[in-house]
T-cell receptor
Framework: GQQLNQSPQSMFIQEGEDVSMNCTSSSIFNTWLWYKQEPGEGPVLLIALYKAGELTSNGRLTAQFGITRKDSFLNISASIPSDVGIYFCAGLFSSNTGKLIFGQGTTLQVKP | DAGITQSPRHKVTETGTPVTLRCHQTENHRYMYWYRQDPGHGLRLIHYSYGVKDTDKGEVSDGYSVSRSKTEDFLLTLESATSSQTSVYFC???????????FGPGTRLTVL
């Protein structure tokens, strides 16, 4: 099946540091999404990207839709303890079905 | 929070028994989805629905069936549970195929 390669798998950083994670695919997507999941909860949408080259921010988070439409990255600036969680990228192929393909996730831990 | 509830939230069952998980929404969204989440795999789509009585398979549909007899409810059934179906199951909803998917809180299923 289709796969997204998300890296890194995990990060352990100091509070205040910047974080960067990315997703790549062999296929072209129409939409890239970034979700965050906290323990015991479902994923929550952070940022949605709809056009190649698009750069979108949401507070300390910035994400970009790659020019080739096969990749995306997420940056978190000045990390804080509540940034802890699992971050997932997801790509949307078809506009008719809403089928999302998820990356494997990046587990982020922040040391105060 | 989007009005999505899942029941039960936790279930332990034995191999060979039938299991039904329920997703209920109060948002009147057309699309509903069932995902499973396993370590190292992110979230994978099992089945989805694009309207009452309209359903289709996702990437990991073997061993699962779904039904949607009304807009607000989407049922996932494991006809004869196996240990490989031990997982956390998430329901999601969206207004349309290109719209943001909102996730429920999840159901943790253990098959012994």
């Amino acid at each position: 099946g289709q796969q997204l390669n998300q890296s890194p798998q995990s990060m352990f950083i100091q509070e205040g540091e910047d974080v960067s994670m990315n997703c790549t695919s062999s296929s072209i997507f129409n939409t890239w999404l970034w979700y965050k999941q906290e323990p015991g909860e479902g994923p929550v949408l952070l940022i949605a990207l709809y056009k190649a080259g698009e750069l979108t921010s949401n507070g300390r988070l910035t994400a970009q839709f790659g020019i080739t439409r096969k990749d995306s990255f997420l940056n978190i600036s000045a990390s804080i303890p509540s940034d802890v969680g699992i971050y997932f990228c997801a790509g949307l192929f078809s506009s008719n079905t809403g089928k999302l393909i998820f990356g494997q996730g990046t587990t982020l831990q922040v040391k105060p | 929070d989007a009005g999505i509830t899942q029941s039960p939230r936790h279930k332990v069952t034995e191999t060979g028994t039938p299991v039904t998980l329920r997703c209920h929404q109060t948002e009147n969204h057309r699309y509903m989805y069932w995902y499973r989440q396993d370590p190292g795999h992110g979230l994978r789509l099992i089945h989805y629905s694009y309207g009452v009585k309209d359903t289709d398979k996702g990437e990991v549909s073997d061993g699962y069936s779904v039904s949607r007899s009304k807009t607000e409810d989407f049922l996932l059934t494991l006809e004869s549970a196996t240990s490989s179906q031990t997982s956390v199951y998430f329901c999601a909803i969206s207004r349309g195929g290109t719209d943001t998917q909102y996730f429920g809180p999840g159901t943790r299923l253990t098959v012994l």
